[in-house]
């Protein structure tokens, strides 16, 4: 059974840091790409950044500069390094995996990753 399970979120002021971590099990992580996206209320889910199994990542617009995608194999876990946050950057931030038949993983696409985690709550005031 596979489990993605987020950690790391919290409140933080503006211009603050938060290291979001994701923990897989029973999943053969390393070879599968990862992702992180992020959800508002009232807004469709986004995507963030996602990395694929050698490394190479991917952002959206809004992320580059700020955030960094990282995976460690040996620990089966993803992180996401986030500097510089804004109150915009205030949602519920999702820990996603290569499912089946996943391809494509660079477009940030939600309907390409087949794994999901419950979330962590990341909250950034002005």
């Known amino acids: 059974q596979v489990q993605l399970v987020e950690s790391g979120g919290g409140s933080v002021q503006s211009g603050g840091s938060l290291r979001l971590s994701c923990a897989a099990s029973?999943?053969?992580?390393?070879?599968?790409?990862m992702g992180w996206f992020r959800q508002s209320p009232g807004k469709e889910r986004e995507g963030v950044a996602a990395?694929?199994?050698?490394?190479?990542?991917t952002y959206a617009q809004f992320a580059k500069g700020r955030f960094t995608i990282s995976r460690d194999n040996a620990k089966n876990t993803l992180y996401l390094q986030m500097n510089n946050l804004k109150p915009e950057d205030t949602a519920m931030y999702y820990c996603?995996?290569?499912?089946?038949?996943?391809?494509?993983?660079?477009?940030?696409?939600?309907?390409?990753?087949?794994?999901w985690g419950q979330g962590t709550q990341v909250t950034v005031s002005s």
């Open positions: 996603a995996g290569q499912g089946a038949g996943g391809i494509v993983w660079w477009l940030l696409r939600a309907a390409d990753f087949g794994y």
């Open positions: 990395i694929d199994s050698d490394g190479i990542t």
């Open positions: 029973g999943y053969t992580f390393s070879n599968r790409y």
